[in-house]
């Protein structure tokens, strides 16, 4: 049985991880900052675990890890999921991290916390649980951090464009430290329909079918890379 640790799993793409996840039967991790914030539906199957967990608090990361550890020797997938943008980052202020002459710098640093350094933080303290056997660390990054952009360039929103790109290149730099058997990617996960983006047109489910499924058809060449959801390489 395939075992998954998902970050942000209460909602959005990253409950869409979870649902894809125990349709197919893995293990599923559910990290989430609020156990109370999770639908209840799901939580009667005994293949789901929830994992409370802030991804900005080393202690959360060293607890959860425990957690998890308690409970599976390995790990098949590490999906750095959870993240925020403007609206999330600074209820709907959006000027403070899209305008030049409004920009605040404990917003853009609270980005750059959650979106970037995080999840390699995230990864610093699970590395034990993907030793071994083969295992996945698929980082969720956006269109946002390519200057070619495949969604319209809306604003400039300094603060989501540049730590998602921080993260692109986080990924790179893990290869360094990556045991062989560990294969790590950034992916845009497409114009996903969440709280983050209400207009979005993908469903989480199917964005989170499309991004494992690019573990299944696996090219060397991938790692370290920024993909899109279907695959491809994205140029940054
Ligand atoms: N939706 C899109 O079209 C789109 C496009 C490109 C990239 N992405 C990326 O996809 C990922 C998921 O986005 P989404 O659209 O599903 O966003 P969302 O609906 O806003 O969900 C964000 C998730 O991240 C969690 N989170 C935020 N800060 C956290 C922290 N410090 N510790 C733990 N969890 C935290 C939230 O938990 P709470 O519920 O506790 O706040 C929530 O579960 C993000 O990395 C986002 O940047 C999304």
Redesign the pocket.
Known sequence: MKAIFI????????KGFVEYSLNKGYRVFA????IL?FDEKLTSNHNLTLIP????DEVSITNAFLLVKKETEHLDFLVN?????KD?ATNNNKDIVCKLSQLDRNVLLDMFN??SI?PMMVLKQFLPLLQGKPSFVIN?????SSNKDENQNTNGNYG?RAS?AALNLMTVASLFDLPPNVRTFAV??????????PT?T?L?IDQASKIIEITNNWKDEFNGKFLRYDGTIYPL
């Open positions: 970050t942000g799993a209460n909602r959005g793409l990253g990290g989430v900052r609020n914030d967990v802030d991804i900005t999921n959870a993240g925020n943008n999330s959650v979106n995080s969720i990054s956006s269109a946002r989501y998602k845009h996960p497409g114009s996903v329909k969440t709280d983050m983006n979005g993908d989480p």
